[in-house]
């Protein structure tokens, strides 16, 4: 298989069954990708540029990891003689047919070096979105947790990697999505904080998030409740309510409950659903 810098993980886990140890071999960071969940959820839409700066690494160490399996490096600049892993994906014709005032452009990359939330600025332009209007998130990952719920949302969505720092990503308002929005007020299940921590007393798992940045703090969570028993929960310590992830939990049968201390910390319990 040829590859590049934008080939996908899932493409490399797809072609040879040694290429998740090899890769895990690379950083500590990859191990997360051993959880089924975290796979599932993250190497369809990682580039190997993207994991090597998840992992400390350059894409050049992925390339010399991987030519033992039989894996062959081919320049950005050629297209690859397989559809696994193109170079760059086309745009898709209701992208290419907008006019440039039907593109939203917000950029969230200042915003979060700054360590700040963008959700309640994207929520408030995706509701303003107009039926064949596309906003363009630019960041410098892909932001598969808002990918995933607004997809679920009837919105379509393009990822184009620029280059190694800057990811577009575009969210294309069709009729399905027209009463779509983002729930950025989830509900935060506060009002008997107290009595469900007693439940679980000498009964946790603690973690601290708070350090981590976008997406880590969810990608960490997710990977620290998948082995977790029904009789644990999982108390978190974090800078915010991630909406995101409520989402996945409601997917994946878990339950929670929030407590806001103060502005940049939270706490979170997160339990499985008998």
């Not at 090597?52 to 033992?68: V, Y």
């Not at 064949?132 to 932001?143: C, D, M, Q, T, Y």
């Not at 999505?177 to 506060?190: F, H, L």
């Not at 798992?205 to 998948?226: C, F």
Request: net charge negative.
């Amino acid at each position: 298989m040829l590859i590049n810098e934008q080939t996908k993980i899932a493409a490399l886990l797809k072609q040879h069954p040694d290429a998740l140890e090899t890769i895990i071999s690379l950083s500590p960071d990859f191990k997360k990708l051993r959880n089924p969940i975290l796979r599932a959820l993250m190497a369809g839409r990682t580039s190997i540029a993207m994991a090597a700066k998840i992992g400390g690494c350059t894409p050049q160490n992925f390339f010399d990891a991987l030519k033992p399996l039989g894996f062959e490096v081919r320049p950005q600049t050629t297209d690859y003689a397989t559809d696994e892993a193109p170079i760059k994906k086309p745009f898709p014709k209701y992208l290419r047919s907008l006019k440039p005032e039907q593109i939203i452009a917000f950029d969230v990359r200042t915003i979060l070096a700054e360590g700040n939330d963008p959700l309640r600025q994207i929520q408030q332009k995706v509701t303003s979105l107009n039926t064949g209007e596309a906003l363009k998130i630019i960041n410098s990952f892909e932001p598969v947790p808002l990918i995933k719920l607004l997809e679920r949302q009837g919105f379509q969505t393009f990822v184009e990697e620029v280059d190694t720092d800057v990811v577009e990503t575009y969210f294309y308002k069709t009729n399905d999505s027209d009463n779509a929005a983002i729930d950025a007020g989830a509900p935060t299940a506060t009002g008997d904080w107290e009595q469900v921590l007693q439940r679980f007393h000498n009964n946790t798992i603690a973690i601290d998030v708070r350090h981590l940045e976008m997406p880590q703090p969810m990608m960490t969570i997710l990977e620290s409740l998948e082995n977790m028993s029904s009789e644990k929960a999982l108390y978190v310590h974090h800078k915010r309510i991630p909406v995101f992830l409520l989402t996945e939990l409601k997917e994946r049968n878990f339950d929670y409950r929030i407590k806001e201390v103060k502005d940049g910390e939270v706490y979170l319990l997160i339990y499985k659903n008998n």
